[in-house]
């Protein structure tokens, strides 16, 4: 039921696009953010869903919460980051695109150092 | 924050579109100029009231 509706905000929103865009281009721009926005609030429910269904695994099989929780932040990063590449991207402005996009790379990887030291570790602990 | 937004941004739109052939056939081009201005700045605080509570959410959901 949901994918209908985001699939009729989508195509409005692209009938609304064509005809701004000869008048106002400014304007076209706006209602694709708009749309990505509003389509993203009707998946966020569901998104809400998964996230504490693994936090709910991870508290009851008490695997290493610091991980999961990284995993979960760099998860929504991605998620924003995606968001104003693919945004950038549709108006023309592939280097901003390219930079959002570099710069969201960069910070996953500062969060993910304290998981990489810990697989380190614990590879060093198995070789002999 | 649903569908009725895009068909306000879109009667914004039209409308500012209108208004500066109007103002520009009367003559009028710094009003013209004015109304693109003032409708921008409307269109562009209910977009970004929208991403903010997109974001809101995000953080609070991946509590970023």
Do not use: H
């Amino acid at each position: 039921m949901e994918i209908i509706k985001i699939i009729g905000i989508a195509l409005i929103a692209l009938i609304i696009i064509i005809m701004l865009k000869q008048y106002r281009p400014e304007y076209a721009i706006f209602i694709s953010i708009l749309t990505g926005v509003l389509i993203l609030f009707l998946v966020m429910d569901k998104l809400t869903g998964i996230v504490n269904l693994i936090r709910s695994i991870q508290s009851k099989y008490s695997i290493n919460t610091q991980f999961i929780a990284l995993l979960i932040k760099i998860t929504g990063i991605a998620f924003l980051s995606e968001f104003a590449v693919s945004i950038c991207k549709d108006s023309g402005e592939t280097a901003i695109a390219s930079k959002v996009e570099l710069g969201s790379k960069i910070i996953i990887i500062s969060m993910s150092i304290p998981i990489i030291s810990s697989l380190l570790e614990i590879i060093l602990k198995i070789l002999p | 924050m649903s569908i009725d937004l895009l068909f306000k941004i879109a009667a914004i739109g039209i409308l500012v579109a209108v208004l500066y052939q109007v103002l520009v056939r009367a003559g009028r081009e710094d009003q013209a100029m004015m109304t693109t201005l003032a409708g921008l700045v409307i269109v562009l605080t209910m977009v970004i009231k929208e991403i903010s509570t997109l974001f809101n959410t995000v953080r609070t959901l991946f509590n970023l």
